[in-house]
C-alpha cells in the first residue's frame, strides 16, 4: 500500500463493546513520519479504532479485543507488554482539551516526571522546548506557575499536545482534535500538525473533509467499523474507488 | 375551568403550607435553643472546665466536651479518610472490569450508610469489651470512625465520578501508572475532599449514641487516648436530664453552642461545594 515503513500495523482487528461488534477484522498499516486521517459517520468505529492504537480500552468495561495491533513490530496486546510503555510512545489529542489540574509548567514536565526526569534544569529544557514546538512559549512565559485552566480552550489545546510531546512519543493520536476549537485556533493545531509529521507520526480522527484533505497524506474511510477505502488523500476524496466512499465524500468540493 | 383553577389554587395552597412548615421550624428549633440557652452564655461556658455543685456543675463550662468532641470528630474524620480514600479510588480506578463487584459494594455501603448510630455504639463497645478496652476517647473515635466511613465512601464516591474520564484517559496516555492516574485524580478532587471533610465532621460531632458506651464521660479535659471524653451531645442530654433548672438552662446554651458549631461546619461545606462547581471545566 506504501513506500513507507509501517509504523502501527493492524492484523485481523476485531473489537466488541458490551456485546455489540464494533469493528470487524481490520487490517491497516499506518505509515511511519506521515499524517493519516481516519474519516466516516458517527458512530463507525473512528474513535474506538484509535483507541486501541494505545489501549485506552483496558480501562472500560465490556471491551473485547481481538487481533494483533503492532508497533514497531510489537504487539501491543500481547500480555507481557508493559502498557506504560506502549502509552509512552503515543501522545492522544482529545476532542476537548483535559489539563491536569496543576500548574502550565507542571502540565508539560508531568510526563517527564513520571518517566524519571527529576533535575529541574532537565525539566526547564523540555518545557521551553515543548511550549516553543506547540507556538505556546510567547504567550505563556510569564505565567508559567499559574494554573492551566485559565488559559482560553486553543491554548488548552495546544498545552495538552505539549504536555503529549513532552514524553517523547514517536506517534500523534488525535481524536477530533479541534472539534471544540475556534477556527484561528484549528489552522493553529492544523499546522503543527503538518510540521509535526517530520518527526512523528501522526493519526487523526476527523469528520472534518477539508481538514482531512488540508492536514494529511492518506485518508482512511470507516463504514459501519469496516475500512471500506484507504489510500493517499488525493486520490481517495477526489477519485473514490468505492461507492460506499463516493457517497460520502459527495459533499466535499475540490 | 373555574374547577382545574380551584384545584391549582388548593395544592399550591399546601405545597407553600408545608414549605412554610419546614422552613419554619428551623427557625422555632435555633430560636428555642437561643431563648433558652442564651441567659446561660457566658465566656465561662467556652473557656471553663465544670466546677463544683449540682452534678455536672453550676460553675464552670464545657470546655471539656468542646475539646472532647473535637478529639472525637475530629480523629475519627482523620481516621475515617485514611480508610475511606483507598477504597473510593479502588471502587472507581481499579475495579473496571467488575461492574457487578463494584455495584454490589456500593450497595453494602449504602446499607451501612443506613444503618442506625447506637448500633456502631454497640458494636464500638463490643470490639472494645474484646480487647479489654475502658470506656475512652480510643474508644470512641472508632465507633464514630465505624459511623462516619459510609459517609466518606459515599461522598467520596460520587465526588471522584464527576472527574471527566478524559482526564483520566490524559493521564493515562502519558504513561502513567494508574496509581499516578489516581494521584491526578486525587488532585482533581481537592475541594471535594474537603467537602466530604466537613460533612463527615458535622456528623460526627452531632452523634450521641456512637459515644454513648464508648466514650465515657468526663469533667476534665483528656490528656490520653485511654482517658474517657466527654461529648457535647453527652453533656446536653446529660445537662437536660437534670432536675436544677439552672443546669437545664446550661443544657440549653450547650445545645446552642453544638448548633453554631454544625452550622458554621454546614454553611462551610456548601461554600465549597458551589466553588468545587465552578472550576469544573
Not at chain 1, 482512511?220 to 481517495?236: A, P
Request: aromatic share 8%; net charge positive; with cysteine.
Amino acid at each position: 500500500m506504501t513506500k513507507d515503513k509501517a509504523h502501527i500495523s493492524v492484523q485481523d482487528l476485531n473489537v466488541h463493546i458490551g456485546g455489540n461488534h464494533i469493528l470487524k477484522d481490520l487490517n491497516i498499516d499506518i505509515p511511519n513520519k506521515s499524517v493519516t486521517s481516519i474519516i466516516g459517520p458517527s458512530g463507525c468505529g473512528k474513535t474506538t479504532l484509535l483507541k486501541t492504537f494505545n489501549r485506552l480500552h483496558d480501562t472500560a468495561a465490556d471491551v473485547k479485543v481481538t487481533g494483533k495491533v503492532l508497533v514497531d513490530g510489537e504487539d501491543i496486546y500481547d500480555p507481557n507488554t508493559e502498557i506504560t510503555h506502549i502509552r509512552k510512545k503515543m501522545g492522544l489529542l482529545s476532542q476537548r482539551p483535559y489539563p491536569l489540574p496543576m500548574s502550565i509548567y507542571d502540565n508539560v514536565a508531568y510526563g517527564p516526571r513520571i518517566h524519571g526526569t527529576r533535575k529541574k534544569q532537565d525539566l526547564d529544557i523540555i518545557v521551553e522546548k515543548q511550549l516553543k514546538a506547540t507556538a505556546l512559549w510567547n504567550e505563556v512565559k510569564d505565567r508559567l506557575h499559574s494554573s492551566a485552566t485559565r488559559l482560553s480552550i486553543g491554548q488548552q489545546q495546544r498545552l495538552c499536545l505539549a504536555r503529549g510531546l513532552a514524553v517523547g512519543p514517536e506517534i500523534i493520536l488525535g481524536d477530533e482534535s479541534t472539534s471544540a476549537l475556534d477556527p484561528v485556533s484549528t489552522s493553529i493545531i492544523e499546522d503543527l500538525f503538518v510540521k509535526l509529521k517530520q518527526d512523528y507520526s501522526i493519526v487523526l480522527v476527523t469528520h472534518i473533509l477539508r481538514q482531512a484533505a488540508r492536514v494529511s497524506d492518506y485518508i482512511i474511510f470507516v463504514y459501519d467499523g469496516r475500512i471500506v477505502e484507504y489510500g493517499k488523500t488525493e486520490q481517495v476524496l477526489r477519485n473514490p474507488r468505492e461507492e460506499l466512499t463516493k457517497e460520502y465524500v459527495k459533499g466535499y468540493i475540490v | 375551568m373555574r374547577r382545574r383553577n380551584l384545584e391549582e389554587l388548593f395544592f399550591k395552597f399546601l405545597m407553600v403550607l408545608a414549605t412554610l412548615i419546614v422552613g419554619g421550624s428551623f427557625f422555632l428549633i435555633v430560636g428555642t435553643i437561643f431563648y433558652k440557652g442564651a441567659p446561660y452564655m457566658t465566656f465561662d461556658m467556652l473557656t471553663k472546665t465544670p466546677g463544683g455543685g449540682f452534678y455536672i456543675g453550676k460553675e464552670g463550662g464545657i470546655l471539656n466536651a468542646i475539646i472532647g468532641s473535637m478529639y472525637v470528630a475530629g480523629g475519627a474524620t482523620i481516621l475515617g479518610l485514611i480508610i475511606s480514600i483507598p477504597v473510593a479510588i479502588y471502587l472507581n480506578m481499579y475495579m473496571d472490569g467488575k461492574k457487578f463487584l463494584s455495584n454490589t459494594l456500593r450497595m453494602v455501603f449504602d446499607v451501612l450508610f443506613g444503618i442506625p448510630s447506637i448500633v456502631y455504639g454497640a458494636f464500638g463497645f463490643l470490639i472494645m469489651v474484646y480487647f479489654g478496652l475502658r470506656a475512652s476517647l480510643l474508644g470512641g473515635i472508632i465507633a464514630v470512625t465505624l459511623l462516619v466511613i459510609p459517609i466518606l465512601v459515599r461522598t467520596l464516591d460520587e465526588v471522584i465520578r464527576t472527574v471527566p474520564l478524559e482526564l483520566r484517559d490524559a493521564a493515562l496516555s502519558l504513561g502513567s501508572t494508574r496509581w499516578e492516574t489516581a494521584k491526578v485524580v486525587l488532585r482533581a478532587i481537592r475541594p471535594g475532599i474537603i467537602t466530604a471533610i466537613l460533612i463527615s465532621f458535622g456528623r460526627a460531632i452531632g452523634d450521641v449514641a456512637a459515644v454513648l458506651f464508648t466514650a465515657g464521660f468526663s469533667d476534665n479535659i483528656p490528656t490520653s487516648l485511654h482517658e474517657p471524653a466527654a461529648t457535647l451531645p453527652l453533656a446536653i442530654f446529660f445537662q437536660l436530664g437534670s432536675p436544677i433548672e439552672e443546669v437545664q438552662g446550661r443544657g440549653y446554651a450547650s445545645a446552642l453552642i453544638l448548633t453554631i458549631v454544625v452550622l458554621i461546619i454546614t454553611i462551610l461545606s456548601e461554600l465549597l461545594v458551589k466553588k468545587f462547581y465552578k472550576h469544573k471545566s
